[in-house]
C-alpha cells in the first residue's frame, strides 16, 4: 500500500511563489517515478510534470520555465516549485505515481492564484 500526502498549497497573488511537497510512505519511492497533476473546476486532469526515478522531468507546455519537479529520495518526497503564478494555475494539486498495474493519488491540495 502506498500513501501519497500533499502539502503547500495555498492562495497566492498572481507573479507569485509557492512549493507543493507530496510525501510518500513505501520503501518503493526511489524506484518509481512521481507526477503532479493538476485540475480545474470543470476541467479534466491534467499532468503537470513528472520525474523519472533517474531524475529525469517532463513538464506541460503551459508551465515549462516557471515551474519545477524535483525529488528527496533519502525523505521520500517530491517537491514542485511554482514561480510567476498565474491565474489560470489555480486548481487543485495532486501527486501521482504508478506501482506495477495500480495507480495511487493523494487527497490534492488547493492552489489559488488571485490578487
Known amino acids: 500500500q502506498v500513501q501519497l500526502v500533499e502539502s503547500g498549497g495555498g492562495l497566492v497573488q498572481p507573479g507569485g511563489s509557492l512549493r507543493l511537497s507530496c510525501a510518500a510512505s513505501?520503501?518503493?519511492?526511489?524506484?518509481?517515478?512521481m507526477a503532479w497533476y493538476r485540475q480545474a473546476p470543470g476541467k479534466q486532469r491534467d499532468l503537470v510534470a513528472l520525474?523519472?526515478?533517474?531524475?529525469?522531468?517532463n513538464y506541460a507546455d503551459s508551465v515549462k520555465g516557471r515551474f519545477t519537479i524535483s525529488r528527496d529520495n533519502a525523505k521520500n518526497t517530491v517537491y514542485l516549485q511554482m514561480n510567476s503564478l498565474k491565474p489560470e494555475d489555480t486548481a487543485v494539486y495532486y501527486c501521482h505515481t504508478d506501482v506495477g498495474f495500480r495507480s495511487y493519488w493523494g487527497q490534492g491540495t488547493q492552489v489559488t492564484v488571485s490578487s
Open positions: 513505501g520503501s518503493i519511492f526511489s524506484r518509481n517515478a
Open positions: 520525474i523519472s526515478s533517474a531524475g529525469g522531468t
